[in-house]
Every structure is written in C-alpha cells, then in structure tokens.
C-alpha cells in the first residue's frame, strides 16, 4: 500500500498528479461526509436487523450485490466499461479486500452490541486516517487541526468508557474495522491522484461483491419478501454513503473531512432508540458532545481558511485548500 500512495507523481502528464495544482474543495467534501454519516448508520442498522435473522455472509452478500448493481445502473450508462480502466488494479484489488473485511467485521460487531456503541470505537478510525495521512501524505496539520483531532480523541474515549464491557467480542471487532477503516481512507486519498471518483467507486464495489459472494459458502437461508427488501435497502443505503465518502475523501484532505463521520453516532443513537428502544449512556452523550462539537469547529476553521499558494515540489503529496463561499 505504501507504494501505491507515492507513486502519484510518476505521471506527468497528469495535471492532477502533478502537487500544487491540485484544487481541495473542503466545504463540499465536509458536505459529503455528513451525507455518508447518516447512510452508514442507516444501512448499519438494516443490516443490524437482518443479522440477528440470516447468516452474516448473506447479509454482507445481498448489501454488496444490491450496491453494485445500484452505482452501476448509475454509472455505467454514460461512462461505459472505461469507467474501469486503470493503472492501478492491484492497489484496486487491496482496496477491495480491506473493504470487505472491514464492512463484514461493523456488521459483526453492530450484531453483537448495541449500534450506537459499535459505532462509537469505530470512531477512532478518523484520528487513524489523520495521523497516517499526515505521515504518509504529508498532508500539513497546523494547530487547530491538532486541537480538534486531539479534542476528538478524548471524546471518543469518553464514549467507550473503557470498563468492564469494552472487551466484549464485539467490541474488538468494531475496533478492528475501525484501524482497516483509517488504512483504507487514507489510500483512497493517495489514489485520488490518478484515479476518478467514480473509478474508485465502481472497482470498490466490484471486488467488494467478488469477496463477499465467498461467504455464501458459510451459509444461506432463502429471505422473506419483506426480508430481501431490507438486505436490498441495506446495500442501496450503503452504496450511497461509499459514494459520498469516496467523494469526500477525493474533495478535501482526510484530516478535513473525516471528523464528520462522527455524525454517525448522532443517527444511530436515533435510530437505535426508536427501534431497539437503547437508551444512550450518560458517558456516550458527554463523549458524542465532544466529537461532534470538535468536529463543527474544523468546519467553520476550515471554511475561513485563505487560498494556499501552489506548493514547491519538494512538498509531495500535499494539496492546496480552496476557501468556497457558502
């Protein structure tokens, strides 16, 4: 992985590849990963219910399935098969997988504990994509970048409640996804540099379907009507948050965008309450207060913040940020 995020610069004759030209759009990525926050915790909570009544494989097949054949009803009309041309197909493939592991293991995890908790450890998957974007993308992180992922970090420590149910089964596995998850942001962010949003899309759910159609073999029950609507509406709901995250993630700098996917918690605590009847935790809403509000603070800084000069190129892998108005 490490190779595929500095080879961004070989190619130019790709304006895009070339750092310094390269235009960031934070407000609108910022946009995009509140749209994702809030389909994620939908299609989490689908899947949440199907889980305690089918196999997890199938469950995890039918989202992916139902999600391809959503982007590519979408996608394929006017780009065609082009859409999946690249230089990069083993990286696409690495991405695939991480991808599948990583969505199987929030399904486990959000099928063993409740959704708002599962959630929540899933959180620290943003301050993994900051500290390796930082390192690995050389993205610049001032000071109040650092204050909010800081901010955010205590935040989601006071949302586990690290205690005596925080060892729990589901618990390591909504932490496992949570590292795969903050791997895979900052990838996609490399990858941006010679791959297409809607390339990124399309060759994610394609290997993520491939991947999950193997765990079929460890077990299928033929879904009520009602039943396969939701394991559909689950795959629909989560194709529109990987578009949106994907999107996010092509607009700004990981570091900008990824706070937002906090607001997850925000959703889930809702949805949970409604349907399963949990009742949020003292801790879970101080530590939900703290995330979201430090979250809404790199909005506002974000957004004020000047046109940068077009770097030297010595700064590889850093992008300027564009300030738009509204």
């Not at 949003?197 to 290997?207: E, V």
């Amino acid at each position: 992985m490490m190779s595929d995020l500095t080879d961004t610069a070989r190619h130019p004759q790709n304006p895009i590849a070339i750092p310094g030209l390269r235009k960031d759009d934070v407000v609108r990525g910022i946009y995009c990963m509140i749209a994702a926050s809030a389909m994620f915790a939908l299609s989490s909570a689908l899947s949440k219910w199907q889980a305690a009544l089918y196999p997890v494989g199938e469950v995890m097949f039918f989202r992916s399935v139902s999600a391809f054949a959503l982007c590519a009803a979408l996608i394929l009309p006017a780009t065609g098969m082009s859409v999946f041309k690249t230089r990069r197909p083993r990286a696409h493939l690495a991405r695939g997988l991480s991808q599948s592991i990583s969505q199987t293991f929030t399904v486990i995890a959000v099928s063993l504990m409740p959704l708002a908790g599962a959630i929540a450890i899933n959180f620290s998957a943003s301050l993994w994509a900051a500290l390796l974007s930082f390192i690995w993308l050389k993205e610049r992180a001032g000071i109040a970048r650092w204050s909010a992922l800081v901010t955010g970090f205590v935040g989601v420590l006071v949302v586990v409640n690290p205690g005596a149910d925080s060892l729990q089964i589901g618990a390591l596995f909504a932490l496992a996804n949570a590292v795969m998850y903050g791997s895979v942001t900052v990838a996609v962010r490399g990858m941006t540099a010679t791959e297409s949003a809607k390339t990124l899309l399309m060759w994610q759910m394609l290997t993520v379907t491939f991947f999950h159609s193997f765990l079929l073999l460890f077990g299928f029950r033929m879904p009520a009507p009602v039943d396969a609507i939701m394991l559909i509406l689950s795959g629909l709901t989560n194709a529109a948050a990987q578009y949106f995250w994907t999107q996010a993630l092509h607009l700004a700098p990981a570091a900008a965008v990824s706070p937002f996917y906090y607001l997850t918690l925000v959703w889930a605590l809702a949805i949970g309450f409604f349907v399963w009847g949990d009742v949020p935790t003292l801790w879970l809403l101080i530590g939900s207060g703290i995330v979201v509000a430090s979250g809404l603070f790199l909005l506002v800084h974000e957004s004020r913040r000047p046109t940068k000069k077009p770097i030297s190129g010595e700064q590889t892998g850093e992008y300027g940020l564009q300030k738009v108005a509204g």
